[in-house]
């Protein structure tokens, strides 16, 4: 660093370095409005769902005819983590997840070696067997919801409205996906009873051949004159349900109309599709989705204008209700942060005005928008947006990237007050202090590194971290080393005032010298009293909280209602009502939406989306304030358990971080469902015994009536009635069978057979089914058939190819998952030692996906400290110095359990990060120290003296450093988010800073063995 001089370089330089000042600071200013805004950080979902459907099969035979033969295949998936699926009767849905350390540019080549390889084995499915299909787009996020209601309009006139809407918002940029949720699709039935057709001699089969042939789109040909081609069309195709009625059947030598045999209705699905209810009315919602790499802001811009335009055209009596603004969030968000910043701006600048004077100061100050420009830059290029991680590592960044700066006009001044020319002391900052803190600069990168490349969801998520701080610190040195001279030459006087220390900072210097010396020669105390401490903070570790991430801080609950497993979408519409009359009543409600049938879309990227099921409902239930959400969660818990006592009911605010839903959560494998049903069972009553868990529940395990119809075989053959020709008359008569489409317009309607409403819903219809045999001729079923009762599993969820049952359950206000999961250690393990050979628990939720973040940071932690100790060896160049500069790092530990116990704080995975990160905060001001130190002996002083005098000259850089650091990370300190890391890194730095400038000395001296000089120093 002293062959060449780049302060010395851009002193020569001057119009090019302030052309480069120049063009950093437009550059940043264009990069800073050019960034994308989110309201998250993007992290990839990486969860594929393949489902196959087999119409008849029972749940047995789809597990092992296509659920098993469909994993067995899977497993050889690349990265592959595990493979969890559900099985209902006839219907199989496999999630297949990938490792966390998969890369994120993997996902998309794995999902196609899925749909290959499930491909490649779809011949060996058994004959009827519908799909596979398969759905990878779990990560888009629908930010901006719209929701149509309407009075005097039907269903399919509201859907048509809402089609013409989406059209004209797909035009739009930034718009990425369009979804429409809760339409009812329109169904035309044909309901006639089984007796009067079988009267008529007239079966099912006739009816459905005499649609499908009229209504059947075939070519008719073309006519070829030679000089042009003529299409020839053929009539006969239904425009509207009156053509269905109107068709013509012929039984017996007689001809009549189906509508004189059939009830003929055009209504909507039958059961009911799932719907979508806002503020208790039945609506329609339209969800967006913007393309990766848009902006948020700029997308909402564009939809309020083109909704403005469209609301010219809206017919009286639909109303348009936005249900979810994420661009608004999102502008709330960055104008938070972006306050949090100026106020961490303004907290620096008084450090540095206080302390150094307002030339000095100004220098400082100037260096902190052009780091922030430069910085905006780099983010640009590296594609990373405005979002809660980015902005808040903003924040980070800003107390650190001004420690350079600090030091260089610190070294300025202090050279000129010796009575350095300034122009001098300008080089001479560079030559003394350029590359150790090039070597600070990149230890304190280095300890984010493990945040950089931790290889999870959670690492993933807080990736920008990182990547923020990287790019700042090292634009950081830059800016200290070449503007910052040039700065301070312009705005430093050439000829210091004389120097009058006031009488507080004289007093302060002779204490402090006093202290150092006194510490030095009782340097054992010190270093023990250090230890003791530090063994305290280690059995106080042992005390702290433990949390992943914390809760959102949005107005939103998510209110899940799952009724038991066999209710129909009607139960569940009618709890969902009882349920809208509590919301409705409740005074800290301000909106809510309701899912029925399914779970609500991803409005907010790390939701737990819930897949569709008939008994469950889910509301998005915004309260008025944030303040008021988490009483509001707590009053709807209760009641909803005095509505809904037979129901799984659960009010929790939005998750931050990747998704975990419940958070106790206990999986069961094992070969026998019975005895992992039993095992679960008891568990349930181990968790239900902690008076700080709620709410335990089972992913599966309610049996469900069944009808089962066992046929004469001989007699059915010898009628010539086959088991195939029952299941069929049973399914058109009960669930209905489509016989043809109607077309209109967009849509394609279907039109379907079944029994009247009366018959499908009543058992006895099952005796009294006629059953044609031909010959015009039919019999009841009960001839051919007895009716027998029971029960059946209807659903199986399996693991890695062994049915697994979850125990999951809530906790208690206040409680947090991991603490209750340590208690329920001892209890659960004893219990998992009475299982049979072959059954196991695992430990699932939050304390699961917590472990997955923690190893991956665990395992970069070697990366972390070799690149540490390497950096640290080329400027320390002995590994007795390496020694003692590393000692001083745990020893954070001190200051961190020191803040985080106290105030009740959890040790999250954001916290942990602050951990890690303060390692490289703590070893900077310690190679400064240790250099000062050396360089001291260089110049020909005393070991002794040199310790002393090293700690008086860095006394004020490291604490000024230190304190422009604790003090900024203030405005975050409230933040849910980065409350915890703030209190780490503030409790760590605020110890760590003492103990540099007392506990390093000693452990200095007492390491060479410097002895203590006789008299007085």
């Known amino acids: 660093m002293t062959r060449y001089n780049l302060s010395d370089w851009a002193l020569r330089h001057r119009s090019f370095v302030l052309y480069l000042m120049a063009l950093c600071a437009v550059a940043g200013v264009l990069s800073f409005l050019d960034l994308g805004r989110d309201e998250d950080p993007p992290f990839t979902i990486k969860t594929m769902v393949v489902k196959a459907v087999w119409p008849g099969a029972t749940v047995d035979d789809t597990v092992k005819q296509v659920t098993d033969r469909i994993e067995k295949k899977l497993e050889e998936t690349p990265s592959l983590d595990y493979l969890n699926s559900y099985t209902t009767a006839g219907e199989s849905v496999i999630m297949v997840t990938l490792k966390d350390t998969t890369p994120p540019s993997a996902v998309p080549d794995i999902w196609y070696q899925v749909r290959k390889k499930t491909g490649d084995i779809a011949h060996t499915l058994p004959s009827g067997v519908q799909g596979p299909f398969f759905n990878d787009e779990f990560g888009d996020t629908f930010g901006v919801i719209y929701a149509f209601t309407a009075d005097g309009f039907t269903p399919r006139e509201l859907r048509d409205y809402a089609e013409t809407v989406r059209a004209a918002l797909l035009r739009l940029p930034d718009v990425g996906k369009i979804e429409l949720i809760g339409t009812q699709d329109e169904q035309i039935t044909v309901a006639f009873s089984t007796r009067k057709l079988a009267a008529l001699g007239v079966t099912q089969k006739d009816v459905m051949d005499a649609l499908s042939q009229q209504n059947a789109v075939v070519p008719s040909g073309v006519i070829d004159t030679g000089a042009e081609k003529i299409l020839i069309r053929v009539s006969g195709g239904f425009t509207s349900d009156t053509d269905v009625a109107d068709i013509t059947l012929r039984a017996n030598g007689r001809f009549f109309r189906l509508a004189d045999v059939a009830d003929i209705r055009r209504g909507y699905a039958d059961p009911p599709q799932p719907s979508y209810r806002v503020n208790g009315h039945p609506a329609i919602g339209l969800a967006l989705a913007m393309v990766k790499g848009g902006d948020n802001l700029r997308l909402g811009d564009n939809i309020k204008r083109k909704m403005a335009e469209l609301e010219r055209d809206r017919p009286v009596g639909i109303d348009v209700v936005q249900v979810a603004n994420q661009p608004e969030v999102v502008r709330a968000s960055v104008h938070g942060f972006v306050k949090s910043l100026e106020e961490a701006v303004a907290i620096v600048l008084a450090v540095s005005f206080l302390s150094l004077g307002l030339r000095a100061g100004t220098v400082v100050a100037l260096s902190i928008p052009l780091v922030l420009a430069a910085t905006f830059v780099g983010m640009s290029l590296f594609g990373i ?474 395992a970069v932690m070697p990366v972390m400290v070799l690149l540490m100790l390497t950096v640290l060896m080329i400027q320390l160049q002995s590994f007795q110095r390496l020694i003692l500069v590393v000692s001083v790092a745990p020893l954070g530990a001190i200051g961190v359990v020191g803040a985080l116990l106290p105030t009740h704080t959890p040790m999250g995975f954001v916290a942990l990060l602050g951990c890690v990160a303060l390692i490289g905060m703590i070893v900077r001001n310690s190679v400064i120290l240790i250099d000062q130190i050396e360089r001291n002996v260089a110049d020909g002083m005393e070991r002794w003296d040199a310790v002393v005098e090293a700690a008086c000259h860095r006394l004020r850089p490291i604490l000024l450093t230190a304190s422009a650091a604790i003090l900024a990370m203030i405005p975050i300190s409230s933040e849910g988010f980065w409350g915890p890391m703030a209190f780490a890194i503030m409790g760590g730095l605020v110890v760590a800073t003492v103990l540099t400038l007392v506990f390093l000395p000693a452990a200095y001296v007492a390491w060479f063995r410097i002895p203590v000089p006789d008299g007085p120093r």
């Open 385 to 858: 947006d405005l979002h809660r991680v980015s902005l808040g590592s903003l924040i980070i960044a800003l107390g650190l990237l001004v420690d350079d700066a600090m030091i260089t006009i610190e070294m300025m001044v202090k050279k000129q007050e010796e009575g350095m020319p300034l122009r001098q002391a300008a080089t001479f900052a560079y030559t003394s202090t350029a590359f150790p803190m090039l070597t600070g600069t990149l230890v304190t990168m280095i300890g984010f590194v493990p945040v950089g490349f931790a290889r999870s969801a959670s690492g993933e998520y807080c990736f920008s971290l990182f990547a923020v701080i990287a790019i700042s610190l090292l634009i950081s040195w830059g800016v200290a080393v070449l503007f910052s001279p040039l700065i301070g030459v312009a705005l430093l006087p050439d000829k210091p005032p004389a120097h009058a220390e006031s009488g507080v900072a004289r007093g302060i210097s002779v204490w402090f010298r006093a202290f150092v010396t006194l510490c030095l020669r009782r340097r054992w105390q010190v270093i023990g009293g250090t230890g003791l401490l530090f063994v305290l903070s280690l059995a106080g570790a042992t005390q702290l909280e433990h949390q992943f991430f914390p809760p959102s801080d949005r107005p939103e609950l998510l209110v899940n209602l799952s009724l038991p497993h066999a209710s129909s979408i009607r139960a569940t519409e009618v709890a969902v009502r009882q349920l809208e009359k509590r919301l409705a009543d409740d005074p800290d409600v301000a909106s809510f939406a309701v899912n029925v049938g399914s779970g609500a879309v991803r409005f907010y990227l790390p939701l737990d989306v819930q897949l569709d099921h008939d008994y469950f409902a889910q509301a998005v239930v915004v309260a008025k304030t944030v303040d008021l959400r988490d009483g509001l969660a707590a009053r709807l818990q209760e009641q909803m358990l005095k509505d809904f006592p037979d129901a799984v009911v659960r009010a929790s605010p939005l998750e931050l971080g990747p998704p975990v839903g419940w958070p106790l959560k206990y999986r069961i494998s094992g070969a026998d469902p019975q005895r992992v049903r039993q095992a679960a069972y008891d568990l349930a009553a181990v968790l239900g015994a902690n008076a700080s868990v709620r709410s335990v529940n089972f992913d599966w395990n309610e049996p469900v009536k069944t009808v089962q119809v066992r046929i004469d075989q001989n007699k059915a053959r010898l009628l010539g009635v086959t088991s195939q020709d029952l299941a069929q008359a049973l399914y058109a008569t009960f669930s209905g069978v489509t016989m043809t489409e109607l077309r209109d317009q967009i849509y394609l309607i279907p039109v379907d057979a079944r029994s009247p409403e009366g018959e499908r819903r009543d058992l006895a219809t099952l005796r009294r089914l006629q059953i044609p045999v031909g010959d015009g001729r039919s019999i009841p079923l009960a001839e051919l058939a007895t009716i027998d009762y029971g029960f059946e599993q209807p659903i199986i969820w399996r693991r890695q190819r062994l049915p697994t049952l979850t125990v999951q359950a809530d906790v208690v206000p206040g409680a947090l998952a991991a603490t209750i999961v340590g208690e329920l250690a001892p209890r659960v393990d004893s219990f998992a030692k009475t299982l049979p050979a072959g059954y196991a628990i695992a430990t699932g939720g939050t304390v699961e996906e917590s472990a997955k973040g923690q190893d991956s940071v665990n």
